[in-house]
């Protein structure tokens, strides 16, 4: 049982560290942005190449690692453009659900205390 649980403990150590967030979270995040998605694709239409999983993950790997776009789109197979407009949605679609929050870019940072 104790191995059990340990393997469970790294595995949310491991999501954590790839992705800088819980997969609590991450279930959360993909369940409003779900609904979004459903809401922009009531009448159907053709069905998109990544789905809202993949979406989020890009998004999160997007901001986690500070990879390029470029080098995003070619992993997934699709253009930068699309990179860029997924990143955007899921931003605009996390911010606007209320639950999530970004920092503000124009914000100015603390200035940390130095030591010495």
């Not at 999160?60 to 990179?83: F, H, N, P, Q, S």
């Amino acid at each position: 049982m104790r191995k059990a649980k340990k393997a469970q403990n790294t595995q949310a150590v491991v999501f954590k560290r790839a992705y800088g967030v819980t997969f609590n979270t991450f279930k959360k995040m993909s369940a409003i942005l779900q609904k979004e998605f459903e809401v922009l694709h009531q009448k159907g239409g053709k069905p998109p190449k990544l789905t809202v999983e993949d979406k989020l993950y890009i998004t999160l790997k997007y901001l986690r690692e500070y990879r390029t776009m470029d080098r995003i789109a070619t992993e997934y197979g699709v253009c930068k453009g699309t990179i860029c407009l997924t990143v955007r949605w899921v931003e605009n679609a996390l911010t606007k659900s209320g639950v999530f929050t970004l920092p503000d870019k124009k914000a100015p940072k603390k200035k940390s205390a130095s030591v010495g």
